[in-house]
């Protein structure tokens, strides 16, 4: 079949796959779904509960896209048409999870469901028909660094080896059963030693992949606007309704958290790469991130701020942001990685790929967005909470 003129790292031409992406309508899945749809031939099965973010390319598909794309709304929960679609896949990609921290302490059971009981399925279905996947997992299963655990000033703390985060060498350190926080991450690491041994043991292709923060445009959701009014989402999504509602940005416990953040159209790139590489990516784990896009949560909303004032021409708040417990914002069983560096060797040497954009960029597009996007809802949703 012809490969629509694309070509794989060593050469050779890539044949045209149906990749079955589940969780498509979700924001790496919106993202991937552009990206095949703008530059590769292959076709998707687009799998979710949702389409707002997709709707653009599904409903209905416009004339250019007709046979490339469709929409299967499903719960994989308890749906026997997913079998079907993984068999009818050249490739699945499981994106499909609850994935927000104010829900790993809150709502422990649907986190450790969603991301492991209901991701069984696929990993069986894709073993048994010998169908390759890749699974996304997270940076969270590497949990705390071994640096966090000495004393503050220690000077251990500023080498590497205790703190960068290497896909087959780091520990998984989570906290106490009673800090819920670790859910997530626990039920993460029990999905990939799952892969990893139907790899080991049954031969499944598989790709395993840890997103390290990524971010951009179609994030999450605003509350109020297009998610529930109390609903927490991840950080960029709580500061761009902060901004929007000219309210102060709060920091959790002083913000001292360090995170890197990755351009979401950067980290896609990545993924391209492991679908159209197999031979290179398969048995594989691999980190996705920006290691020079760290700052402190503190940082990242000072940033924030003066990168929305001079997108929106609205000028800062005199006091920008505002510390609050844990406690108060997540509530009882809270608990943070303290530091997030991920290791790039492994994908360099694999795929070559290295991210391009830097955090500055990436938010002044983001914010440009999200202003655009929702700065009229928002005035509009306050004047109706004070209108009642
Ligand atoms: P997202 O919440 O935007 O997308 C997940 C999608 O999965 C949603 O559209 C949701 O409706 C769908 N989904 C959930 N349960 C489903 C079910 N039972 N049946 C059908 N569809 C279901 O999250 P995202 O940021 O796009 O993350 C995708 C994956 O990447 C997740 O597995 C997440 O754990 C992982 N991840 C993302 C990041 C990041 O930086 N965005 C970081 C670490 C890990
Ligand atoms: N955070 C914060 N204020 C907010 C939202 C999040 O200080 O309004 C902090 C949170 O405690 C964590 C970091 O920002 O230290 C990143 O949170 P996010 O929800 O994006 O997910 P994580 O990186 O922890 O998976």
Redesign the pocket.
């Known amino acids: 079949m012809a490969s629509g003129g694309r070509t794989d790292l060593d050469g050779a031409a890539v044949a045209p796959l149906t990749i079955c992406v589940?969780?498509a309508?979700?924001?790496?899945?919106s993202h991937l779904c552009e990206k095949l749809m703008a530059e590769t031939p292959h076709v998707v099965l687009a799998?979710?509960?949702?389409c707002d973010?997709i709707r653009h390319l599904v409903d209905p598909p416009p004339p250019r896209l007709a046979g490339r794309i469709s929409f299967h709304r499903?719960?994989?929960?308890n749906d026997s048409r997913l079998e079907g679609l993984i068999k009818m896949a050249d490739l699945t990609i499981n994106?499909?999870?609850?994935?927000?921290p104010a829900d790993y302490n809150t709502r422990p059971l649907d986190t450790i469901y969603?991301?492991f009981i209901?991701a069984l399925p696929v990993v069986k279905y894709c073993s048994e028909n010998s169908k390759r996947l890749i699974h996304?997992?997270?940076?969270?299963v590497y949990g705390k660094t071994i640096g966090s655990f000495l004393p503050k000033d220690h000077p251990l703390r500023k080498e590497p080896e205790f703190y960068v985060l290497t896909e087959d060498e780091s520990p998984c350190i989570f906290g106490p059963i009673v800090k819920q926080r670790w859910s997530y991450a626990c039920a993460?690491q029990l999905i990939e030693r799952l892969v990893f041994a139907e790899g080991a043991e049954n031969g499944l292709e598989f790709t395993i992949v840890r997103?390290?923060?990524?971010?951009g445009p179609r994030?999450?959701f605003i509350p109020g606007v297009d998610g529930p009014s109390e609903g927490v989402p991840r950080v960029l999504a709580c500061f761009s309704n902060n901004l929007l509602r000219r309210e102060p940005l709060k920091l959790v416990d002083g913000g001292e958290s360090q995170r890197t953040f990755v351009y979401i159209k950067d980290a896609i790139e990545a993924v391209l790469l492991m679908i159209e590489n197999p031979a290179r990516a398969n048995g594989h784990i691999f980190n996705v991130g920006n290691p020079d896009n760290e700052v402190t949560v503190r940082e990242l909303a000072e940033m924030m701020t003066e990168v929305y004032a001079k997108v929106s021409g609205e000028p800062p708040l005199e006091e920008p942001v505002i510390d609050v417990s844990a406690k108060e914002f997540y509530g009882e069983g809270y608990d943070d990685s303290d530091k997030r560096i991920p290791d790039m060797t492994l994908i360099n040497k694999q795929l070559g790929w290295n991210p391009k954009t830097p955090l500055k960029d990436l938010l002044e597009t983001t914010l440009t967005y999200q202003h655009k996007t929702y700065k009229e809802a928002v005035k509009t949703q306050m004047c109706l909470a004070t209108a009642t």
């Open positions: 589940i969780g309508g979700g924001f790496i899945g799998v979710d509960v949702y973010k499903l719960n994989i929960k994106l499909a999870a609850i994935c927000t969603s991301n209901d996304f997992s997270t940076c969270e993460k997103p390290f923060n990524w971010i994030m999450d």
